[in-house]
């Protein structure tokens, strides 16, 4: 079971930053409020996330880490409509599988929190433990079994900057939770989560200063999509490639389709060249996305690709236009 674990992982765990993803991910599927990330040594040495979130009761603590088992789809019907970041049950058990692997957690109305520890896939009993309602779950000594994945792995501040473009990715799509990150034990990030992504330090941190200025508001509604968030005015010349943020139902994705539709909005009003810079959320009833198409979740696959295509380029293409006015 280890091996098929490590195996998994592979897929997975590829860095410390993925294992930042899923645990956030995670930790945002529970309902927190707040997230709290403390890293050591570019998250090699040390990555944990402790949560506000509903908790995990202490004999299903072995479930969590068991493959495939999740608690978040119970049938194919939910498979096709999934509503959460994660629904695969692969992360944790791939973590630990691959690390000195310890979970803590407490649901909010218990008496107190049970302890698990995987050493490198071997777990060991669940123990009480105290803890506030929540979870924290910590991976320490990443693919310290794996000699030659911890070979892949990169300098410390290399991999601390993967980490935090995935933290910024994930944050810019939730400015209600609070995020704070620590590294080698000092502060490096604190997003307030009041909710206002427009004011908020983390649209600054990813997109530039004067995006905020520069950005015009997208809230298009048709066909059972729905577009929101903003782009750059075709004047705002500062933008690079990766001042583009997209998400589908909550969900950060790459997707040529939706990538070119945008680029032709822009090209098509008075703007070449360039990339555009962006943060948008394309919402959509589940049933029309399918997001089990890679380990990773970076992908999905839209049911009708072409009809959201149209959508998202006429959507952008009458919030452009009116600047020509
Ligand atoms: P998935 O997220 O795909 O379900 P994971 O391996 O990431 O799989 O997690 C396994 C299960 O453990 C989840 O389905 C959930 O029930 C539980 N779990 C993991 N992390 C948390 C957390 N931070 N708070 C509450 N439950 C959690
Ligand atoms: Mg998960």
């Given at each position: 079971?280890?091996?098929?674990?490590?195996?998994?992982?592979?897929?997975?765990?590829?860095?410390?930053?993925?294992v930042v993803k899923e645990l956030v991910e995670n930790a945002l599927?529970a309902?927190a409020?707040r997230i709290d990330i403390d890293l050591?040594?570019?998250g090699?040495?040390l990555i944990r996330v402790r949560d506000d979130g509903?908790?995990?009761?202490?004999?299903?603590?072995?479930?969590?880490?068991?493959?495939?088992?999740?608690?978040?789809?119970?049938?194919?019907?939910?498979?096709?409509?999934?509503?959460?970041?994660?629904?695969?049950?692969?992360a944790l058990?791939?973590m630990?599988?691959?690390?000195?692997?310890r979970i803590v957690?407490?649901?909010?109305?218990?008496?107190?929190?049970?302890?698990?520890?995987?050493?490198?896939?071997?777990?060991?009993?669940?123990?009480?433990?105290?803890?506030?309602?929540g979870t924290t779950v910590e991976v320490?000594?990443?693919?310290?079994?794996?000699?030659?994945?911890?070979?892949?792995?990169?300098?410390?501040?290399?991999?601390?900057?993967?980490i935090?473009?995935?933290l910024?990715?994930l944050?810019?799509?939730?400015?209600?939770?609070?995020i704070r990150v620590?590294?080698?034990?000092?502060?490096?990030?604190?997003?307030?989560?009041?909710?206002?992504?427009?004011?908020?330090?983390?649209?600054?941190?990813?997109?530039?200063?004067?995006?905020?200025?520069?950005?015009?508001?997208?809230?298009?509604?048709?066909?059972?999509?729905?577009?929101?968030?903003?782009?750059?005015?075709?004047?705002?010349?500062?933008?690079?490639?990766?001042?583009?943020?997209?998400?589908?139902?909550?969900?950060?994705?790459?997707?040529?389709?939706?990538?070119?539709?945008?680029?032709?909005?822009?090209?098509?009003?008075?703007?070449?060249?360039?990339?555009?810079?962006?943060?948008?959320?394309?919402?959509?009833?589940?049933?029309?996305?399918?997001?089990?198409?890679?380990?990773?979740?970076?992908?999905?696959?839209?049911?009708?690709?072409?009809?959201?295509?149209?959508?998202?380029?006429?959507?952008?293409?009458?919030?452009?236009?009116?600047?020509?006015?």
């Amino acid at each position: 079971d280890t091996l098929i674990n490590q195996i998994a992982a592979g897929e997975v765990v590829e860095r410390p930053a993925s294992v930042v993803k899923e645990l956030v991910e995670n930790a945002l599927d529970a309902g927190a409020r707040r997230i709290d990330i403390d890293l050591e040594e570019g998250g090699i040495r040390l990555i944990r996330v402790r949560d506000d979130g509903s908790g995990i009761a202490p004999e299903e603590l072995p479930l969590a880490v068991s493959r495939h088992a999740t608690s978040k789809i119970a049938s194919i019907e939910d498979l096709e409509a999934v509503a959460t970041l994660g629904f695969r049950g692969e992360a944790l058990p791939s973590m630990a599988s691959v690390s000195r692997f310890r979970i803590v957690s407490r649901q909010a109305g218990a008496a107190h929190g049970a302890e698990l520890r995987i050493d490198g896939g071997k777990p060991g009993q669940v123990t009480p433990q105290a803890h506030p309602p929540g979870t924290t779950v910590e991976v320490r000594d990443l693919f310290y079994n794996v000699p030659a994945r911890r070979k892949f792995l990169r300098a410390e501040r290399t991999e601390l900057a993967h980490i935090e473009d995935w933290l910024r990715t994930l944050a810019l799509a939730r400015p209600d939770v609070e995020i704070r990150v620590t590294h080698n034990g000092k502060p490096l990030r604190r997003w307030k989560g009041d909710g206002h992504l427009l004011n908020d330090v983390r649209l600054h941190e990813a997109l530039g200063q004067e995006f905020a200025h520069n950005a015009l508001a997208v809230d298009q509604a048709g066909a059972g999509l729905r577009l929101h968030g903003w782009i750059a005015r075709p004047t705002y010349h500062r933008a690079s490639a990766d001042q583009q943020y997209l998400y589908v139902n909550g969900r950060s994705v790459r997707d040529r389709n939706i990538a070119h539709a945008v680029r032709q909005a822009y090209s098509d009003v008075l703007y070449h060249g360039r990339h555009p810079a962006y943060v948008l959320f394309l919402e959509l009833d589940p049933r029309g996305v399918d997001v089990n198409v890679h380990p990773a979740k970076h992908e999905v696959r839209f049911r009708e690709a072409r009809l959201v295509h149209d959508f998202v380029y006429r959507s952008l293409h009458a919030v452009l236009a009116q600047t020509r006015a």
